[in-house]
């Protein structure tokens, strides 16, 4: 779990969009799991993904985050919402779904929800696995009728079928539902940020660390104190 937790946070320093498998070997050589931890300062990542395959279903995730082809008619993904140009939100006060419908709740950042104990407002997923199919099914949101039209529209794309044959050997009858949601679990856990006068505080211990060290005069993450996003 630890060389996990070292891989993902690796991952995390790479610039937007440069994770591929075959710009990794030699990062992760190099990553040391104590200099990534003093670089971040943050706790270590529960429920990390087993190491097989990771990186191939790091991206696979991440196709699935964006890939709008997954909603009722093809104009949502997870990343409408949780678009990474303004940190993993929306920037409304309510989230807008298919049909601009409007939710009832803000959207959360995804920066460091890794790290949550539990996921949503109301804490009802205790994982960003077990939470990760719900905005699929939601009927304000992605609005896909069920399972079986989730995995016909992966079914579909060659490129999904041997990225889950790959990942997860499975065949498009063997796919499931929850393997979806691990790959986009797995990616998530690469949004992370840190090194804020706050995480040198609470998680490293540094009592000299204060808020006026921080580049936005926060003792929380802003936008300058993040490290980096995939
Ligand atoms: C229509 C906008 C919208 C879409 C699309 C959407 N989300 Fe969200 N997301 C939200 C809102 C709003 C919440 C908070 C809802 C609540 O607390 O009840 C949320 C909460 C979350 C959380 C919990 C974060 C936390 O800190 O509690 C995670 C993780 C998450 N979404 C991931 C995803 C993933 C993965 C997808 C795609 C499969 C997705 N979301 C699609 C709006 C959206």
């Given at each position: 779990m630890r060389s996990m937790h070292c891989l993902s946070m690796c991952l995390a320093l790479l610039?937007?969009?440069?994770?591929?498998?075959?710009?990794?070997?030699?990062?992760?050589?190099?990553?040391?799991?104590?200099?990534?931890?003093?670089?971040?300062?943050?706790?270590?990542?529960?429920?990390?993904?087993?190491?097989?395959?990771?990186?191939?279903?790091?991206?696979?995730g991440k196709t699935l985050f964006f890939d709008k082809r997954l909603s009722a008619d093809g104009s949502i993904s997870c990343a409408s919402c949780h678009n990474p140009e303004r940190g993993f939100i929306d920037g409304?006060?309510?989230?807008?779904?298919?049909?601009?419908?409007?939710?009832?709740?803000?959207t959360p950042t995804l920066v460091n929800a890794a790290i949550a104990g539990t996921q949503f407002w109301d804490g009802r997923r205790d994982s960003l696995k077990s939470q990760a199919t719900d905005p699929l099914f939601n009927p304000i949101e992605h609005a896909v009728n069920d399972e079986a039209q989730l995995l016909h529209t992966i079914r579909q794309d060659i490129q999904y079928v041997a990225a889950f044959e790959k990942v997860y050997a499975a065949s498009p009858e063997t796919l499931m539902a929850t393997q979806v949601a691990q790959a986009i679990a797995a990616y998530e856990r690469t949004l992370v940020a840190g090194n804020s006068a706050f995480d040198r505080y609470r998680y490293g211990h540094d009592k000299t660390a204060h808020p006026s060290q921080s580049p936005s005069g926060s003792d929380a993450p802003g936008k300058t104190d993040l490290v980096a996003f995939i």
């Amino acid at each position: 779990m630890r060389s996990m937790h070292c891989l993902s946070m690796c991952l995390a320093l790479l610039p937007a969009g440069t994770v591929m498998a075959d710009s990794l070997p030699g990062l992760s050589a190099s990553c040391t799991e104590q200099a990534v931890d003093n670089l971040l300062g943050l706790p270590p990542i529960p429920d990390a993904s087993s190491p097989e395959h990771l990186v191939e279903k790091i991206q696979l995730g991440k196709t699935l985050f964006f890939d709008k082809r997954l909603s009722a008619d093809g104009s949502i993904s997870c990343a409408s919402c949780h678009n990474p140009e303004r940190g993993f939100i929306d920037g409304l006060p309510r989230a807008q779904g298919i049909h601009r419908q409007l939710g009832t709740r803000n959207t959360p950042t995804l920066v460091n929800a890794a790290i949550a104990g539990t996921q949503f407002w109301d804490g009802r997923r205790d994982s960003l696995k077990s939470q990760a199919t719900d905005p699929l099914f939601n009927p304000i949101e992605h609005a896909v009728n069920d399972e079986a039209q989730l995995l016909h529209t992966i079914r579909q794309d060659i490129q999904y079928v041997a990225a889950f044959e790959k990942v997860y050997a499975a065949s498009p009858e063997t796919l499931m539902a929850t393997q979806v949601a691990q790959a986009i679990a797995a990616y998530e856990r690469t949004l992370v940020a840190g090194n804020s006068a706050f995480d040198r505080y609470r998680y490293g211990h540094d009592k000299t660390a204060h808020p006026s060290q921080s580049p936005s005069g926060s003792d929380a993450p802003g936008k300058t104190d993040l490290v980096a996003f995939i």
